[in-house]
């Protein structure tokens, strides 16, 4: 039986704070939402990520997603909190899945524009390794994204209401739970503020 990885990326907030959309501001010579974007399609290429989903209420994401041929589906109901955007893209996601292999989801915040390949791809290695069935990355006691579900837990996802999100699950089966420590605590943040931009 194979292991297959599924990333679903949750592009769908409203940026209150930030006082206008986090995602399409520049950073880089980019939009910000791109600088992740770009590293998990080059995971989905390598077959790192055996599928990859783009969850978003903006058009202009849903376009460039569309040049670039990554699955993508709109969010109408982002008011909902991210629990809508959670369920929509797992929905999507299962379309990939193959019945005789263990499928695993692993969720994405797009804000978070310095998180990098060799981390994600570290993280997938050592939670294959481990045989547990919740992964998460954290840098000393905070906790950060991705983290990644067995597909067992799939109903329970599915169940989250509001600004609710998988941590909720995750704190449930701290058994369960394998951490995956990363060194730089700059990759793990996501950008809530203009003031946290260069």
Request: hydrophobic letters at 35%; glycine letters at 8%.
């Amino acid at each position: 039986m194979g292991k297959r990885i599924h990333g679903i990326l949750l592009a769908a907030g409203f940026s209150h704070r930030f006082r206008g959309n986090k995602l399409l501001y520049p950073l880089k010579g980019k939009a910000l939402y791109l600088h992740l974007t770009e590293r998990l399609e080059k995971l989905l290429k390598k077959g790192t990520l055996d599928s990859l989903v783009m969850v978003t209420q903006y058009d202009e994401i849903l376009q460039e997603m569309k040049k670039r041929k990554i699955e993508a589906i709109k969010n109408e109901n982002s008011r909902q909190g991210i629990s809508s955007s959670l369920k929509l893209g797992l929905c999507k996601a299962q379309e990939f899945e193959e019945k005789e292999d263990e499928n695993y989801y692993i969720f994405f915040v797009t804000d978070q524009p310095y998180l990098q390949e060799k981390t994600i791809e570290d993280f997938l290695w050592a939670f294959v390794q481990t045989g547990k069935t919740i992964g998460c990355v954290k840098c000393g006691k905070e906790m950060g994204n991705p983290v990644i579900f067995h597909e067992k837990y799939k109903e329970e996802l599915e169940c989250l209401q509001g600004d609710k999100g998988g941590k909720c699950v995750l704190r449930k089966y701290e058994k369960e739970v394998f951490y995956f420590e990363v060194e730089d605590k700059k990759e793990l943040q996501d950008i809530d503020e203009r003031g946290e931009l260069p």
